[in-house]
């Protein structure tokens, strides 16, 4: 598949966060390549094998890093994700990164990751609960 391989993409919008683990819209025992959206920005390109999980996860860390230190963290409110049940791991990591080089969302950029404060509030929380 071409990284510019846009006719299978599955685009899911109108997303209810207070019940995004039992949104039927997403998969969640296909392994994907999914993207964020703000509106129709493209914000940020990862890979999973449960979206429906992952999904709730970037919402619940957007939530709770705003939370604590008043940070902007990923706002999404469209997801669209390319089912690749037929590719491994190391094939479906290879077209997330083909994606992320060609249309570089900003929360793909490691330097803002690593800039921002969202890098030191997770080592912080590391710290204090243990973990790595």
Do not use: A
């Amino acid at each position: 598949m071409k990284y510019d391989d846009w006719s299978k993409m599955i685009f899911v919008d109108n997303l209810d966060f207070n019940n995004l683990l039992k949104e039927q819209r997403l998969s969640d025992n296909i392994p994907c390549i999914y993207f964020l959206f703000d509106d129709w920005e493209l914000i940020y390109i990862g890979e999973t094998t449960n979206l429906r999980s992952r999904s709730y996860k970037h919402y619940y860390e957007k939530q709770y890093y705003s939370d604590i230190k008043n940070t902007f963290v990923s706002p999404f409110n469209k997801i669209g994700y390319l089912e690749l049940e037929t590719l491994n791991k190391d094939e479906r990591y290879k077209i997330e990164q083909d994606y992320i080089e060609n249309y570089k969302p900003k929360y793909n950029d490691y330097n803002w990751y690593y800039e921002t404060q969202i890098y030191p509030m997770i080592k912080e929380q590391q710290e204090k609960y243990g973990g790595t």
